[in-house]
């Protein structure tokens, strides 16, 4: 449980950088899409950073 608490700001970053590949590729870029990944990613880093800060 703990190896996933202090990963799970990486797995936020992958999925949003997903969000942001799939639809490059499929020709389907709306401002949605764009902003969930962009948004994933952010949340991501600060998660991580938090998370890696609290537990050791």
């Known amino acids: 449980m ?4 202090k990963n799970s700001g990486i797995l936020l970053v992958l999925i949003g950088a997903l969000f ?3 639809p490059f ?3 389907l870029q709306t ?3 764009l902003l ?3 948004g994933l990613i952010i ?4 998660v ?5 800060k609290l537990i050791k």
């Open 36 to 38: 969930t990944g962009g």
């Open 31 to 33: 401002n949605a899409s």
């Open 48 to 52: 991580y950073i938090i998370i890696n």
């Open 20 to 22: 942001l590949t799939v």
């Open 25 to 27: 590729f499929t020709h």
């Open 43 to 46: 949340a991501g880093f600060i």
């Open 2 to 5: 703990r190896f996933f608490l």
